[in-house]
């Protein structure tokens, strides 16, 4: 079995900011060698899914606003950096800064939570369009959107440092 903390500094920052994630992963002996990112992505998602609806809004709110204040700061995770400059977040036109800011005030006030989407292979009119027409939604429908898109942005982080 992976060692504890190899598997932490390896995999426990796919969920942003959220390594109790991954350790209560490991500790539930749901972790084993070796280590495949289809295998960790279900154990890390069962143990999200587990938690409390508090512990999941808590992770929701971990993740940063796009093209927002921590990237105009240089402040977000290397994975969140180099997600949203794939995305061309980090070239936006003075318009297109201005949209995602109010976007981004609008869906804070409206859901409590940053509006997250997993950004690889989009670019900043996919996102637009996706961020325009999901502050539609109900608060259930969009807190279980937002769930899912931090599930895939795990799974595409694990798909990145582990093989298949």
């Given at each position: 079995?992976?060692?504890?903390?190899?598997?932490?500094?390896?995999?426990g920052g796919?969920?942003?900011?959220?390594?109790?994630?991954?350790?209560?992963?490991?500790?539930?002996?749901?972790?084993?060698?070796?280590?495949?990112a289809g295998?960790?992505?279900?154990?890390?998602?069962?143990i999200f899914?587990?938690?409390?609806?508090?512990?999941?809004?808590?992770?929701?709110?971990?993740?940063?606003?796009?093209?927002?204040?921590?990237?105009?700061?240089?402040?977000?995770?290397?994975?969140?950096?180099?997600?949203?400059?794939?995305?061309?977040?980090?070239?936006?036109?003075?318009?297109?800064?201005?949209?995602?800011?109010?976007?981004?005030?609008?869906?804070?006030?409206?859901?409590?939570?940053?509006?997250?989407?997993?950004?690889?292979?989009?670019?900043?009119?996919?996102?637009?369009?996706?961020?325009?027409?999901?502050?539609?939604?109900?608060?259930?429908?969009?807190?279980?959107?937002?769930?899912?898109?931090?599930?895939?942005?795990?799974?595409?982080?694990?798909?990145?440092?582990?093989?298949?």
């Amino acid at each position: 079995m992976t060692a504890r903390s190899s598997f932490l500094s390896q995999c426990g920052g796919v969920f942003e900011h959220s390594q109790w994630i991954a350790e209560r992963a490991y500790d539930s002996g749901a972790v084993y060698d070796p280590l495949r990112a289809g295998a960790v992505h279900a154990a890390l998602c069962a143990i999200f899914r587990e938690a409390t609806k508090e512990e999941r809004r808590d992770v929701l709110l971990a993740h940063p606003d796009l093209a927002g204040k921590l990237a105009i700061a240089g402040e977000l995770t290397d994975e969140s950096k180099s997600e949203q400059a794939g995305a061309g977040l980090d070239r936006l036109s003075e318009a297109e800064h201005t949209e995602f800011t109010r976007l981004n005030s609008d869906y804070m006030r409206r859901f409590g939570f940053p509006f997250i989407i997993a950004v690889k292979g989009l670019d900043k009119d996919d996102i637009l369009s996706a961020f325009r027409t999901r502050i539609s939604n109900s608060e259930d429908e969009e807190f279980d959107t937002a769930c899912k898109q931090v599930e895939k942005i795990a799974r595409l982080r694990l798909e990145a440092i582990l093989p298949e």
